[in-house]
């Protein structure tokens, strides 16, 4: 699949640790988020409680096959090995993970997204023309990510946009309270794990987090 910047209007980030484990309460919630319109999703299956091994494969898969039969771009966080398991669309990796140098000599059909949280890491971003769109932040305080650096504010994340060559999609902390907010910088979209996920209405919370209604 060809990455198209609209990809990022409304990017759900999730793993089963997001809804403490509950695997049938995960695809169920996926496919709320699927069929009421999210523009990408990212497995991402990290942190306390995630699945390892066979599970999270066999997990990888099906939660492939129900994003993909809404055609919405799906998406691997980190994992190079379970993205070309899975045939992904994309793979996001951070500043630690599996260089964008390899991916682009093993895998041409996957688009690249990378995450930066300053201003160096951009300026370094931006020789790297395998990447298809930058992951920016924690915008603000996030209790999804453990290693999370310092939120990064609004006004640094505007100016960040202001620099970058690539699209940019915000990450970190944002709720449908903040989004307008965020958007407002100018930038291609919101990426949520949180919000979404532990909302009790997703479907209203996806809707007054899309960019169209703000
Ligand atoms: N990268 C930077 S912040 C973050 C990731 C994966 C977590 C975002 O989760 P939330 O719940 O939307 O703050
Ligand atoms: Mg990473």
């Known amino acids: 699949m060809k990455f198209n910047e609209k990809m990022l209007d409304l ?20 496919e709320i988020a699927c069929q009421t319109g999210i523009s990408a999703f990212q497995y991402r299956e990290k942190g306390n409680g995630s699945l390892a091994g066979a599970a999270r494969v066999s997990m990888g898969r099906k939660v492939r096959d129900l994003v993909k039969k809404y055609q919405i771009p799906f998406i691997v966080d980190d994992d190079f090995q379970l993205a070309k398991a899975l045939e992904a669309d994309g793979i996001h990796v951070g500043q630690s993970d599996i260089t964008v140098e390899k991916i682009s000599a093993n895998a041409d059909n996957m688009f ?16 790297l023309s395998r990447v298809s769109y930058l992951g920016v932040g924690p915008i603000f305080p996030t209790r999804s990510k453990n290693d999370a650096n310092p939120p990064i504010g609004i006004d640094r994340l505007a100016k960040i946009g202001q620099s970058s060559a690539l699209p940019i999609v915000a990450i970190g902390g944002i709720s449908t309270q903040n989004a307008k907010q965020v958007r407002q910088t100018g930038l291609a979209g919101v990426a949520i794990i949180s919000a979404i996920m532990q909302s009790s209405n997703m479907a209203q919370t996806i809707k007054s987090l899309k960019g169209e209604l703000l």
């Open 11 to 30: 990017y759900l980030v999730a793993g089963t640790q997001n809804v403490h484990g509950d695997c049938d309460l995960f695809l169920k919630q996926i």
């Open 112 to 127: 690249i997204g990378l995450s930066i949280s300053n201003e160096k890491e951009l300026a370094e971003s931006q020789r």
